[in-house]
């Protein structure tokens, strides 16, 4: 009984707090507020809205506009996690024929999960599920071009069809382009943008309402990179559009704060691609009349890490609700330098910034979910692999 009380005291300060900033900022869109007036306004409402007027002439000499009433104040806890129990609960992985995605797939079929694999290539599909394991609670191949807006809607309505409700999208697809963004064509840059990033707004656009629909906890992960965070290579147009993929997420986490959806940027390291590596048979789709490979940059086994490794830790991250999923400890001397070098840049002024700019500024001072996902982080866990929370 304690900890369904414990349970439910964060989720009732969350969906206040959604409810009251959803409010805060739908006064802001009627009142047809522009960028840098709202920012006056969310410093008026907090720091001296005991002494405004109810009313506020525009500095311009236009109509009396009312005040906005003032914004909530930020929850003290992070988002308990909406979707905790994969078992029996339904997924969907945009690329899961090969590579990571497949592990994605593969990792959540093994965790009692109802999994829609969506493929473009039909030889990589027949290759892929003889890997699943009988038995399993279901797998639905779904066809789609996840760059076609349209079939989003579809794909969502096959998936009812199937299983009913969808309650997990992984979107995985993506295109490593080497292009430089200072040498690009249009259309490579189109491409990359429409798969990298557009096809995950994409979804958000059509499954979210879904899942708010039907409330049982629901997910949505972005495959991006450690490019996302680190652009440590000369790939402009994939670093670019992979930071702004992680962007995507966290401005989700922002707005959906409250609700029965969490979001996560999953940003992977080296990951092998074939899936068959260590099962002792021959990868099909690998066909002996292909062009030999090139000679390979290491000796033995390839040093990525599993792709079943991978999709366990999306899992763990999902049951979670982590708002960044990293897998390769690796990289975080490189990441770590790249914030400091942020910080670094602050200027350092003799005297302090002044006292009005503050306060018109302060709602974007900080984002809350930094700090809440700082003290989420901080509590241990077992591992990062396993899917019993």
Not at 56 to 74: F, L, Y
Not at 351 to 377: F, S
């Amino acid at each position: 009984m304690s900890s369904k009380k414990e349970t439910s005291k964060p989720l009732l300060e969350l969906e206040r707090f959604a409810a009251e900033r959803r409010r805060f900022l739908s006064e802001g869109a009627v009142y047809g507020i522009g960028a840098a007036s709202l920012l006056a306004e969310f410093g008026v409402s907090r720091f001296a809205r005991a002494q405004t007027p109810a009313t506020s002439p525009n500095t311009d000499g236009g109509a009396v506009r009312p005040m906005m009433a003032p914004p909530p104040p930020e929850p003290t806890v992070s988002q308990p996690a909406p979707l905790h129990d994969l078992k029996g609960k339904v997924a969907y992985i945009t690329a899961s024929s090969d590579g990571i995605g497949l592990g994605i797939a593969r990792a959540a079929s093994a965790a009692g999960m109802k999994v829609c694999v969506g493929y473009r290539n039909e030889e990589r599909l027949k290759a892929a599920l003889p890997l699943f394991k009988d038995g399993n609670a279901g797998v639905f191949p779904i066809k789609h071009d996840v760059t076609d807006r349209d079939a989003w809607a579809k794909v969502l309505e096959q998936i009812k069809a199937q299983y009913g409700r969808l309650h997990l999208v992984v979107n995985n697809a993506g295109i490593k382009t080497f292009a430089r963004v200072s040498g690009v064509s249009a259309q490579d840059w189109d491409n990359a943008v429409a798969v990298n990033y557009t096809a995950t707004y994409n979804s958000v656009a059509v499954c979210l309402p879904h899942m708010l629909e039907h409330g049982e906890g629901s997910h949505i992960v972005v495959t991006s990179s450690m490019s996302g965070l680190l652009p440590g290579g000369p790939l402009g147009v994939y670093t670019a559009t992979k930071i702004a993929a992680v962007g995507l997420m966290e401005a989700l986490r922002v707005e959906l704060e409250g609700t029965t959806v969490g979001t996560s940027a999953f940003c992977p390291g080296g990951v092998n691609t074939d899936n068959y590596l260590g099962t002792g048979e021959q990868n099909p789709f690998h066909r002996s009349d292909a062009p030999p490979a090139a000679a390979p940059r290491f000796t033995g086994p390839p040093p990525g890490m599993d792709p079943m490794e991978a999709g366990e830790r999306v899992l763990n991250g999902v049951i979670n609700n982590d708002l960044f999923i990293l897998t390769h400890p690796e990289y975080m001397p490189g990441t770590q330098q790249r914030f400091d070098a942020m910080l670094d840049s602050e200027p350092v002024e003799s005297a302090p910034p002044p006292e009005n700019r503050v306060k018109m500024e302060t709602r974007v001072l900080h984002a809350g979910i930094y700090a809440r996902e700082i003290a989420h982080r901080k509590k241990k866990r077992k591992s990062y692999r396993s899917v019993n929370v």
